[in-house]
């Protein structure tokens, strides 16, 4: 037998044993002042007492993954990343079911809620949720970190923490760490779309939904029951296909006439796909957005357009963003080899692992019309692209075609008219935000 935490054991704690004779087991099993949870392969047992505080305040944080997780990163947040339907801090909200705080970069926390708090758990924001997890957060003692594969999941600390450079320094004042848990986490952008699908079909069980295809006229072809509807939906004259996986469709979506969907699928409030769409499975259409063409296992992640016939495959779109029509991204290199693409800390491209990866677009870019991305292009924060032949496989931030730069009261001005479109104003956060990016470019 052996312990995973040194610390002296007292009523607040919990400790993680594991054991390998069946007289330990046994043992543990008739303690009075202990719960005992069987769990994994290898029978590990997680032994804690009935005394351990209840979680009085939860606060999702930028762990070190955020930086690889840029351009995505730049303008929010890693807890307000689209993953399946949900955002992350939605998923974790469902949960835990209570109201998580955030706190990001210092240039981006205006946009957050956050509060100083004692008796605080930190949760890193690129964890995604899952029952187990949920159970070994909510028995973290005081002053106790739980750790996965060299990634800390979770804090639970004394100290009031204001920053991220606190928390770090609260970090390393606590010596003791549980291992191990098995969990996602969305290390880099590329992880999004590839966990996409499996994350559409836990959202819709997080939610609770019921398949209702009943709700969808008679002019519609369906396969499969796994279709969910909220109100206010429209789609007339087109095909879904749930057998793979489900289909939803969010309040006040629309499917126009001649779509061809397959499932995993979730299209979110207020967004619409053109007439004659075709959307292959893993797919996430975020809140209104509007789609055309030819989609595949991408995330786009809300208010955006894709609003006319062109390709868009395994790729991650940020919001405010409006692809071009004839837009094509390749997402398989001729060699069928793995993708390399651009990581802003290694300032240099990186093995992906994946042999299928699209584009990766920041918040507030553009593409002109025909434009042809290759294989792992990332294109950075309001972007402008444009020109002849392929762009290059990184386009920096604020970049106006290959070697202007886009200046920053123009992406003012271009924001606002976009996002006055759909009823929402600029920010002078958003200002302050946009005004970093670019003086840090």
């Known amino acids: 037998m052996y312990l995973t935490r040194t610390t002296p054991v007292n009523k607040n704690y919990w400790i993680q044993l594991v054991v390998s004779t069946n007289s330990t087991k046994n043992t543990l099993k008739n303690n ?43 303008t929010r947040a890693v807890a307000d990343i689209r993953i399946g339907i949900l ?100 290390n880099y952008p590329w992880d999004i779309f590839s966990f996409n699908g499996q994350e559409i079909k836990n959202d819709i069980q997080r939610l609770g939904l019921k ?31 749930a057998k793979n996986g489900p289909v939803y469709l969010g309040k006040d979506s629309e499917v126009m006439e001649g779509c061809t969907v397959r499932g995993p699928f979730a299209l979110g409030e207020h967004a619409a796909l053109k007439m004659q769409t075709k959307v292959y499975g893993d797919t996430t259409i975020g809140p209104h957005s509007k789609v055309g063409g030819e ?44 993708v390399k693409a651009y ?37 950075g924060v309001c972007a402008n692209v444009f020109g002849s032949g392929f762009p290059s496989k990184f386009v920096p931030d604020f970049a106006w075609g290959n070697d202007a730069v886009f200046e920053l009261e123009k992406a003012y001005e271009v924001a606002q008219r976009v996002m006055e479109r759909r009823g929402i104003s600029l920010s002078e956060a958003d200002r302050s935000i946009l005004k970093y990016i670019f003086e840090n470019k």
């Open 343 to 379: 990581n802003y800390p290694a300032k240099d491209y990186i093995n992906t692992g994946l042999q299928f990866c699209g584009l990766i677009m920041g918040d507030h870019a553009k593409s002109s019309i025909n434009t042809m991305f290759n294989t792992g292009t990332v294109v």
């Open 32 to 74: 009075l002042v202990s719960k005992i949870f069987y769990k994994s392969r290898n029978i590990t047992l997680r032994l804690f007492y009935f005394y351990t505080m209840p979680i009085q305040h939860i606060v999702l944080f930028d762990g070190n993954e955020r930086n690889n997780l840029l351009p995505l990163t730049a």
């Open 87 to 186: 955002t992350i801090k939605e998923k974790w909200e469902i949960q835990l079911n209570v109201k998580v705080d955030i706190l990001t970069q210092e240039y981006l926390q205006a946009k957050y809620t956050f509060e100083k708090k004692e008796n605080t758990v930190f949760i890193n924001a690129s964890v995604l949720p899952n029952q187990e997890l949920v159970i070994a957060i909510e028995q973290l003692s005081n002053n106790s970190i739980l750790e996965s594969d060299k990634t800390i999941v979770a804090v639970k600390t004394n100290e009031a923490v204001s920053s991220l450079q606190e928390l770090k320094l609260a970090v390393q004042k606590i010596d003791s760490v549980i291992l191990p848990f098995n969990n996602s986490i969305i």
């Open 211 to 241: 398949p209702n295809p009943e709700k969808l006229s008679s002019t519609n072809t369906l396969l499969g029951n796994e279709i969910y509807v909220e109100e206010g939906v429209i789609c007339e004259c087109s095909v879904l296909n």
């Open 295 to 338: 989609v595949s296992n991408s995330v786009i992640f809300g208010y955006s357009n894709k609003g006319h016939d062109g390709f868009l495959g395994n790729s991650v779109i940020g919001e405010w963003c409006n692809l071009g029509a004839d837009t094509n991204n390749s997402n398989l290199k001729n060699n069928y080899g793995k």
